[in-house]
């Protein structure tokens, strides 16, 4: 999954792509250098993000979704938590709903992702953008985030979502320690007997930062391919079936190869 932040403050690329124009031709560039499906999201969920209003949120989106229609050729998923965002984007093209609050922040956005019959993915967060790494942080992050998976999941299914339809999203770097984020990579393949086809986000977070530099100086976002690499291929192996990344071009080739290992476990 390629990312497109049409965003002025997203904590890697802020503000590259908040150019319809721009952001359409990176699309176009990340299908071609292998995505299979694009992530375009309107709304920074970066720690400390203040949340926008939807109209501000569609006027970033919408030009982008209408610039490639008929031109990508590949599934594109909105990264929303609005449901008024949601169904205009649905309408635009996207055929998968991201949403980071897990039909928490907006409860219609269920009945939106119900009625069109699109996927939708759940993410597993503590808090909220604006709070979530100020902990704290929770005792057992396994247990926290499984059991907030299942909730998750109950309230999809409350609101008639089909099992079919949803994915979910351990939620990296969303309310946890640098450490529980290695944690959860480690223990992937215990999500995975949720039964659902899981989605991992590691690419370029602070995380992957802390562990190639130091706490007083971090690596910074653009040099932290190499150790997305490394963390998306134990993503692929511990069961992922998505990997959310900003440089498609550099990290195809780590996933093809993970894939292939991953078929002979």
Do not use: W
Request: glycine share 10%; hydrophobic share 45%; charged share 20%.
């Amino acid at each position: 999954m390629g990312v497109v932040n049409v965003t002025p403050d997203s904590f890697s690329d802020g503000g590259n792509f908040l150019d319809a124009s721009t952001a359409v031709n990176h699309a176009l560039e990340l299908q071609q250098a292998g995505a299979g499906l694009i992530d375009i999201g309107g709304e920074s969920t970066r720690p400390g993000a203040k949340t926008i209003s939807a109209d501000e949120e569609m006027s970033r989106v919408l030009p982008v979704l209408l610039g490639l229609r008929d031109r990508l050729l590949i599934p594109i998923s909105i990264d929303t938590r609005k449901a008024v965002v949601a169904e205009a984007a649905i309408a635009a093209g996207a055929e998968i709903v991201n949403d980071v609050s897990a039909l928490q922040f907006d409860p219609a956005l269920g009945e939106v992702v119900r009625r069109r019959k699109v996927a939708v993915i759940l993410t597993h967060m503590r808090g909220n953008p604006g709070t979530m790494q100020k902990g704290p942080f929770a005792r057992d992050v396994f247990r926290d985030v499984s059991m907030g998976l299942r909730a998750a999941v109950h309230r999809a299914r409350h609101a008639k979502i089909a099992q079919s339809q949803i994915i979910l999203d351990p939620g990296i770097g969303f309310g946890k320690s640098y450490r529980q984020n290695f944690q959860l990579l480690a223990h992937l393949p215990r999500l995975a007997k949720l039964g659902f086809p899981l989605l991992v986000g590691t690419s370029r977070k602070a995380f992957l930062g802390a562990s190639l530099g130091t706490a007083k100086s971090p690596a910074l976002p653009g040099e932290r391919i190499c150790g997305t690499a490394a963390t998306v291929t134990a993503a692929i192996l511990g069961g992922a079936h998505i990997v959310r990344v900003h440089d498609v071009a550099e990290l195809v080739q780590i996933a093809r190869v993970a894939d292939a290992i991953a078929a002979e476990l």
